[in-house]
Structure formats: C-alpha cells, structure tokens
C-alpha cells in the first residue's frame, strides 16, 4: 500500500515515459476502467511550442475574475511536483495525491497485466489524476495543458469546450517530427469537431495545417493578426502595454508583469479564449476584470525577477523558438546595459543555435555551465562543447558548475548590469531554489 507522499512520486516517476507505438486507446481504457472522470470536466485545452503555461497562467486569473472555480494542469513543475495540479492556484495538498494514486494503483497493476504493451506511462497516471481530481472538487472550468504534442498525447482523450495552440517553432522534433508542418500537425490533433480553435502568430506553413484541419472538422478558427488584434504601448516599468481588439471587444491600455512582446501574444490568445468561451456560455465579460486579471497574472520561470539590485532574472526558454524571443527582450529593454547570461542546456536541445542567438548580442557577456540533469538518458551538455558553437568573433567564459558561474558574476557585475540564468526549465528550477528555498525540478 502507497501511504506516503514521496512513495507516491516514487510510484508516479517509476513508470515509462514513453511507449513504442503512440496510441490513444490504452489512456481511454485507463479512464474507462476509472469511471470516466473527464466527461465531467468542462473547459480550455492549450497546446504549443511556447507560450502554454503563460497563456493557461492568464486564463485561469480571468475566470477566478469571474468568481469562477479554476483547475489548471500544467508541466513542468518550478518548486514543487503538486503544481501540475492546482485549484485556482492552490496545488493539490500531498494528502490528496496519495489518495489518488491509491485510487489508481490497482487499475494499472490490472492494465500491466492484461495489455500487451503494458500499463499506463507516468504521463497517462498524472493525466489521470487531474481527471479525477478536478471531477471531485467539482470545479467550474479546466484549463489543461498539452504535455507533449497533442495528437497522442493523453489529455487528448478529453473533448472541451475551446481549443488553443498558441505558437509552433522546432522543439522534440525526435518525437514530432523534423518540420513545421509535420510538428503543426501534431499541434492540431487537439482540434474537435465543430469545437471554436484560437490559434496565435504561427509560420505560413504551420497556418495552413491549423486552416485545413479547422476546416475538416468544421471548427471555428480565429487567429491572432487576423481575427482578433494587438496595439502594443510604450512600456511602463517591469510591465508591457497594450490593447485588444477583436471578436466584439475591445480592451485598452492592459498591462501584464510578463516581460516580453511574445507574453503580449500569450495574453491575447487567452482573452480570445476567454471572450470565446463566454459567446459559448452566454457568460457576461466585465472589462475592468478583464484588466485586472491580466494585470495580476504571474507565471513563474518566465523572465521573473528574482532580485533587484543587483538585477537577477531566471527564464525557462529551452529551445531556439524561445531564446530568439528572448534575445528580442534583451535587445529592446536592455540594449542601453550590460547583460551577463549564464547559460545551460540539455544535450538534446538546439544548443547550437540557442548559443548562436546569444552570442550574437552585442550588450551580452555569455557564461557557459553546465547543471544535473533530470536521468542519465537526458544529461546536460558539456560547456566546453558549447563553447565551440559561439559566434565567429566571440568568445565565452567556461565553468564547470553554475554556483561558481553565478558567484565570479556577481563578483564582477556593476549595479547598472543584469544578470539573466537561462537554457532549461531543469536548470531555472535549480537556480529558483537556490533563491528562494524551494526544492525538486521537472522538464522541459
């Protein structure tokens, strides 16, 4: 019997991660055998390269504005392995995760027995539990998160009530495939029949995947630049500014604390969920909460500030799509001073293009280090091998752990600097701790 919390993640982290053959029908089983908790479950599903978690962070402050009650399941975790699981932002207590894997360990002995591929993976349990957790509670509205792709992913078993995919860039390609349109399909395996899908600024070629699609499934599409618009304001302080206009509203001067001009797409994909899901309901929206809510929403990891002077930052960007954004960022808010990033990367990411986009930056000193990563199938890469893969010209500083990469920089930088710790969520996750006290690590 699993009585304790960490025999409960030792349960969860044990199972396989990935199966041979993608498939559907063993997670649908799994819930079957359950009593299908998800038909009870209404609400958002949100897929995509970048962008996911700051669009369901936005999503869930507009319907709590609503009084509405919120589940969110989201990955990775940032301090804790109970955030995947969170009722207007309150992760579930451990008490309730191990009655739920309580409540599911003797259906996976069974489906271990009996199938032939065996049971279910750590990500088709986790689902599970989100499942019957938010069809417990009961919550009023679900915003659910892709874990990886989205036509074999788990939670697509569900059918909700508005589809998002909000960007597609290269990232898993081992997994999805080695183009645009091969990891656009995937993205848009989550759209339902006759189901409305907000989708954001995508390439041309991963456009016309989410056009066809909407289109055989007779899904309402609505696209960010087309049929709902952005007006970015000069910046105020640690916010961006903007308007919204689109789909019968029209919102101005809203701010949000996520730095970026990604984060403003980010936003405004959520409000055209948001606006979506209330034409459905026939829900009223109140344009002073609308404000408010994007102004209040927080997403850890994301270009947070974690000291102020000297200025320390931690960002999750883990692939090229997310550092070409960040870079963008450092060019346009801190092109006047000098930014030291200490860098980190798994091996199986675009490494060399991410440090190429680094190192490019003129306002950049770049420190190269490396940090644990999650398993020894997924070790980080060796900072000696990216320091080979800067920019001709360029050079990078080399350290063999990040503590000492993040004691010389604090030694060395002026009050007028920035320092920015970036190239994996593992890696942020680490340093956060480091700050802040927390614990564990997820990924990417």
Same mark, same amino acid.
């Given at each position: ?193 006759? #189901?409305? &899908? @907000?989708?954001?600024? +995508?390439?041309?070629?991963?456009? /016309?995947? %989410? =056009?066809? $699609? ?124 000098? #930014?030291? &990033? @200490?860098?980190?990367? +798994?091996?199986?990411?675009?490494? /060399?293009? %991410? =440090?190429? $986009? ?87």
């Amino acid at each position: 019997m699993i009585d304790t919390y960490s025999a409960a993640l030792a349960f969860i982290h044990g199972r396989t991660q990935f199966k041979k053959a993608p498939t559907l029908s063993r997670m649908r089983q799994f819930l079957h055998e359950l009593g299908d908790p998800q038909l009870k479950v209404a609400g958002i599903h949100v897929a995509g390269t970048n962008g996911k978690g700051s669009t369901v962070a936005n999503l869930r402050e507009l319907f709590m504005a609503d009084g509405l009650t919120v589940g969110t399941f989201t990955s990775p975790f940032i301090v804790r392995f109970n955030e995947r699981i969170s009722v207007d932002g309150t992760p579930i207590s451990d008490e309730e995760l191990v009655g739920l894997v309580q409540q599911i360990q003797p259906i996976v002995a069974k489906l271990d027995a009996t199938l032939a591929s065996g049971g279910p993976t750590e990500f088709e349990i986790i689902t599970a539990m989100m499942f019957l957790y938010f069809a417990a509670q009961p919550i009023d509205i679900a915003i659910i998160e892709v874990g990886l792709g989205g036509l074999y992913d788990s939670t697509n078993v569900w059918t909700p009530a508005v589809s998002v995919i909000t960007t597609i860039g290269y990232d898993h390609m081992q997994i999805l495939g080695n183009t645009l349109t091969a990891i656009a399909t995937q993205k848009a395996g989550i759209i339902k029949t006759q #189901v409305p &899908v @907000i989708v954001g600024k +995508l390439p041309a070629e991963a456009q /016309q995947v %989410m =056009i066809d $699609t909407a289109m055989s499934k007779r899904a309402p599409l609505r696209t960010l630049g087309v049929d709902f618009t952005t007006k970015l304001l000069p910046p105020q302080g640690w916010q961006e500014r903007f308007n919204f206009d689109g789909l019968e509203a029209h919102f101005k001067d809203l701010t949000t604390p996520l730095l970026g001009d990604y984060q403003v797409d980010n936003a405004a994909v959520a409000i055209a969920a948001y606006l979506t899901y209330h034409q459905a309901t026939q829900l009223p929206v109140v344009t002073s909460d609308v404000k408010a809510a994007v102004t209040a929403t927080q997403w850890p990891g994301r270009f947070e500030r974690l000291n102020q002077d000297p200025l320390i930052v931690i960002d999750g960007a883990h692939n090229e799509p997310a550092v070409t954004e960040l870079a963008a960022t450092l060019s346009e808010r801190f092109g006047q001073q000098t #930014v030291y &990033v @200490i860098f980190a990367v +798994l091996a199986d990411k675009q490494h /060399q293009q %991410m =440090i190429q $986009t680094l190192g490019a930056l003129p306002n950049v000193q770049l420190r190269l280090t490396q940090f644990e990563g999650p398993n020894a199938k997924r070790p980080a890469t060796d900072p000696t091998m990216l320091a080979h893969e800067m920019p001709n010209g360029r050079t990078a500083e080399v350290f063999d752990n990040w503590q000492a990469a993040l004691m010389q920089t604090l030694q060395e930088m002026s009050s007028d600097d920035a320092l920015l710790l970036t190239g994996s969520l593992y890696f942020i996750s680490d340093v956060r701790a480091y700050f802040k006290d927390g614990s564990d690590s997820e990924t990417d």
